[in-house]
Nanobody, 119 residues
């Protein structure tokens, strides 16, 4: 089992940058693929980005491709989301999630961190 705690969300102007962090507990962090998701008010939660256990495979939602970068540091049990060229439509609560090996679903979720982009 893994516990996840996100941080780094805040109010930022359009065009600005933020880096979100997600710290994981436990000694098996490197066993989990990690993902970032977001949920805007009145909308369903949506996929943002994912990274494989060793960091070799990355995937992004079309809406953030070229602007956001997911990365991980297995020595620090942390996954990051670097967000550049932020837009008001990026405003949402951002969640990190962990997926165990051979699992289809993300079983573990953090509590979320609020990102607000002002125009």
């Amino acid at each position: 089992q893994v516990q996840l705690v996100e941080s780094g969300g805040r109010l930022v102007q359009a065009g600005g940058s933020l880096r979100l962090s997600c710290a994981a507990s436990g000694r098996t962090f490197s066993s989990y693929a990690m993902g970032w998701f977001r949920q805007a008010p009145g909308k369903e939660r949506e996929f943002v980005a994912t990274i494989s256990r060793n960091g070799n495979y990355l995937s992004y939602a079309d809406s953030v491709k070229g602007r956001f970068t997911i990365s991980r540091d297995n020595a620090k049990n942390t996954v990051y989301l670097q967000m550049n060229s932020l837009k008001p439509e990026d405003t949402a609560v951002y969640y990190c999630a962990a997926k165990a090996p051979a699992s289809i679903d993300y079983a573990y979720w953090g509590q979320g961190t609020q990102v607000t982009v002002s125009s």
